[in-house]
């Protein structure tokens, strides 16, 4: 990139495409699953742990009771809350791992 004008059209170009892979029946069931958990606790490793942070704490500015999962404060985990995974690859291991062990909790991923 030799440019900003070029950085910033890419950066668009990338967003447009991620936006154009999810729908908005997805984005409503998130809707949905934000509005009627009791909890909402997010996880995310390396840089995808970064966007889980900020995104918790956008959450807290709205309202709702978020945690990340993994920092001294965050409690445990219950039946009624809501686990969300960022990930980019949907492989990272840490993930996955974190996924089943809230699936096998009976909470909502």
């Known amino acids: 990139m030799s440019s900003f004008k070029e950085s910033i059209d890419y950066l ?3 967003i447009k495409d991620i936006l154009g892979k999810v729908s908005e029946e997805d984005i409503t069931k998130l809707c949905k699953l934000l509005l009627k958990a009791k909890r909402i606790f997010v996880y995310g490793a390396g840089r995808s742990g970064l966007v889980a942070k900020a995104f918790a ?4 500015h709205l309202g709702f009771q978020a945690y990340v999962i993994g920092e001294t404060i965050t409690p445990p985990v219950r039946v009624g809350d809501l686990v969300l995974i960022i990930s980019g690859s949907g492989e990272t291991m840490p993930s996955v791992m974190t996924a ?3 699936r096998d909790m009976k909470v909502k991923v």
């Open 100 to 102: 089943d062990i809230a």
């Open 12 to 14: 668009q170009e990338k």
């Open 57 to 60: 704490i956008r959450l807290v």
